[in-house]
């Protein structure tokens, strides 16, 4: 067994990792002690000092008192569930922390719209896949999609977003006609928010689309930048200063030769009638 040092714990090495450190680090950064933390919520700082040098694992009461007072916005509960149940690619919690503190995303999805602006219905459909096919049961599904419910608590919050969606993302049928047209009219509706900006980047732009994997761009609130990608075994959360600048400059040129949002919300419009004439 490893064991888990303030100064050596890696927060990738596992959801429980990354939960600890979220712990410890939301903690320093209001200046509280682990007794003031234990004052506030009710357990004592022997309690707190176990859970943040991993001798005893945090109690869902204990996490979910801490959200307020240490500022998470629902991402320690986020990130015991993940560890709970195992449902989510290592890497992934890391940046889902990341998530819940930023004051901007950017986002690239290739083939499917991003989690956070899933319809419910459309999610459901893409996580019964893996069960179907042995991969998942449906206890990991049904937590996943509470977990991705937690996320998409962001869109309550007035932080920036921006998505460019490959135009295969409208094209493949998640669900089916029906599911679909529900989705397109979903992103339809966000994108009217101030705060929300959608663009479609078409298949005319073959080759020069910079990017060939799914990318997140967040700008946290020391003004930094971190992205965070993925290949079929784990999630990378990028903080190096000069790999996430290249990424943000070839950010910058998929907006510019995407298509801008009044196209792009009629290339969603399109897309969401041709699936209601096939659901008709």
Known sequence: MVTMNRRTLDPTSSPLAALVVHLRTSRDAKGLTQVGLGKLIGYSNVYISNVETGKQAPSLNFVKLCEEPLGTNGSLELLWWSWKNGSLIPGFPEFAAKEREALAIRLFELDMVPGILQ????????????????????????????????????????????????????????????????????????????NIVIQVAPYLLGEERPFSHSVTLLTLPNRAMVGYTETLQRGFLEQDTEVVSRWAGKYDRLQVNALNQPDSLVAIREARKDYEGHAT
Do not use: C, F, K, W
């Open 119 to 194: 319809h419910s219905d459309y999610s459901a459909a893409y996580e019964s896949a893996p069960v179907r096919r042995g991969e998942a049961t449906q206890e990991q599904a049904n937590e996943r999609l509470r977990l991705l419910s937690v996320r998409q608590q962001l869109l309550g919050r007035t932080l920036a977003i921006h998505v460019v969606l490959d135009e295969s993302a409208l094209r493949r049928p998640i669900g089916g006609p029906a599911v679909m047209a529900r989705q397109l009219q979903l992103l339809e509706h966000l994108a009217a928010r101030p």
